[in-house]
Structure formats: structure tokens, C-alpha cells
């Protein structure tokens, strides 16, 4: 079935976040190593990209590697390493041509040099684009992203910056790395696990979520619209009745 037909262009999703996972399970399936599976991986990126700006999505986010996933063998870890290097490098002329901005949210500076060196200058050349932003989740861990929030809050209250009352949900939102993207609208996670994972548990709390058994690999446009029109079937409540909607949809 071709999915993106039966999207509603009425009510695209802003912001997608995806958790791709199944790179490892992918590349054991064909008998080759988890790197194998992480390089089939950027096929799945493309497309998902693709299909996002199709439809009108402004911005797209990958947790491409997480806090936790330092502790997975070395060799994989300078493999993944050298991937985002190479493919950042790479596609360069690709986000000039299409306007496509690129940023990157995590605790950045654990990047080995080359690979911070690399996304400095990719960010700072392409920050003017603005037809779709992809952000790169990297060596990021949510909590940890709150609790860098809270020591800088904590320590502007410290310099008289800022006074107690003044918190609230939007000074909290402006200090966590995510602060100039649009709120999550639905997150897509691969490979049927159902879990988050430590993924912008603040930024996710009115998002609608997307599970796959699709391994990331084999990730496509189509199942992107098929995620899309999942969210597009929800009804979206923010803690309203259906009556309270209905109403105001009339
Ligand atoms: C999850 O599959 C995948 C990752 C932890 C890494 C994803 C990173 C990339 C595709 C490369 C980064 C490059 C760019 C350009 C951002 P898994 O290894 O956990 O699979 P498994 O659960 O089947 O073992």
C-alpha cells in the first residue's frame, strides 16, 4: 500500500524524533558484523529525511548514539565514530542544495575532536538553511541533558540572573539542548522494542508514538507515511475531553 496518498496534509506532524534501532539484529540476518548493519543504516536516514520534507515535517531528529552506547566495544564505537565523520563530510553539497540545516544536541564535547571538529563546521554551514532541520542526537542521555538544565538555572539564581519564581516550564525548555526546535509531535522507534531509552523524556510528553518491527535498515518512505497517518488516527486531547476537541474543531 502506498501510504502517502492517505496523508492528511491538514496535519503533518512538525517534529519527528526517531530511535533507530536494529542495525545489529539487520546486519546478523546477513551473516555480517553490527558495522555492516550501522553503514545500511544511512539508506534508512536518507529516506526518512526525504519523506519527512515531502510531506512538510520541519524537523527531524536521530538518536544516532547514546550516553550509554560508550560502553559498546571500542571498535564499534570508532566505527560509528568515523560513519558520522565521513557521512557529514559527504553530504555536505546535498544540504546546501535542499536547504536542509543541521545541529546536534548531547554532551558533545566526550565527541573525539575530529568528529566535533567536523560538526562545528557542518553546523555552522548549513544554520542559515531553513527548508528542514535534521538534528543528530550524539553521546546524549536525557537525564543527563536535565541535569546540565539545573545546574544552569542554578546558577543564574546564584548570579541574581534569575529569581526562583521565574521558573517555569519555558525557562526549563530554553536551558535543554533542544531549545530552538518545535515540540515533538510523534516518535518512531524501530526493531519492536517499546521503549524510550533515556530520548528527550521532557521534550515527549504530548508526543504521539510509532512502533515498528521493521529493523532500521530496512526503514523506508512508506513506512514513514505509515507512522505519519498512525499519528494522523490518534486523536490528540492534551489532557481534554473528545467533546472539548470536537468543539473546537467546529
Ligand atoms: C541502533 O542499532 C543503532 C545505533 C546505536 C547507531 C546508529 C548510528 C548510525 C546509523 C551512524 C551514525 C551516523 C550518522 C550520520 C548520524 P543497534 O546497534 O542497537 O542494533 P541491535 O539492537 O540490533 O543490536
Known amino acids: 500500500m502506498n501510504y502517502l496518498e492517505q496523508i492528511d496534509s491538514n496535519n503533518i506532524p512538525q517534529h519527528v524524533a526517531i530511535i533507530m534501532d536494529g542495525n545489529g539484529r539487520w546486519a546478523k540476518q546477513q551473516g555480517m558484523n553490527r558495522i555492516f548493519g550501522h553503514r545500511n543504516a544511512l539508506t534508512a536516514i536518507r529516506e526518512s529525511v526525504e519523506a519527512a520534507n515531502n510531506i512538510g515535517t520541519k524537523a527531524i531528529t536521530f538518536y544516532a548514539f547514546s550516553t550509554e552506547n560508550w560502553k559498546r566495544p571500542k571498535f564499534e564505537v570508532n566505527a560509528l565514530m568515523r560513519l558520522l565523520v565521513r557521512t557529514l563530510k559527504k553530504n555536505l553539497p546535498e544540504f546546501q542544495k535542499n536547504g536542509i540545516q543541521v545541529k546536534a544536541i548531547g554532551n558533545l564535547n566526550r565527541l573525539p575532536k575530529r568528529a566535533q571538529n567536523t560538526l562545528n563546521k557542518i553546523i555552522e554551514a548549513t544554520k542559515t538553511n531553513t527548508t528542514i532541520i535534521i538534528t543528530f542526537a550524539l553521546s546524549y542521555g536525557s537525564r543527563e541533558e536535565i541535569v546540565n538544565a539545573v545546574k544552569n538555572i542554578s546558577e543564574k539564581i546564584v548570579n541574581?540572573?534569575?529569581?526562583?519564581?521565574?521558573?517555569?516550564?519555558?525557562?526549563?525548555?530554553?536551558?535543554?539542548?533542544?531549545?530552538?526546535?518545535?515540540?515533538?509531535?510523534?516518535?518512531?522507534?524501530?526493531?519492536?522494542?517499546?521503549?524510550?531509552?533515556?530520548?528527550?523524556?521532557w521534550q515527549i510528553a504530548y508526543a504521539?508514538?510509532?512502533?515498528?518491527?521493521?529493523?532500521?535498515?530496512?526503514?523506508?518512505?512508506n513506512d514513514f507515511y505509515k507512522a505519519v497517518i498512525e499519528y494522523q488516527n490518534r486523536e490528540r486531547r492534551f489532557g481534554k475531553t473528545s467533546e472539548q476537541i470536537e468543539n473546537l474543531n467546529e
Open 160 to 201: 541574581n540572573e534569575l529569581s526562583i519564581e521565574d521558573i517555569d516550564e519555558k525557562i526549563i525548555n530554553s536551558h535543554l539542548y533542544t531549545v530552538s526546535l518545535p515540540e515533538v509531535d510523534l516518535v518512531i522507534r524501530t526493531s519492536g522494542e517499546q521503549r524510550i531509552s533515556n530520548f528527550l523524556l
Open 208 to 221: 504521539e508514538f510509532h512502533f515498528t518491527e521493521v529493523l532500521w535498515p530496512d526503514f523506508r518512505k
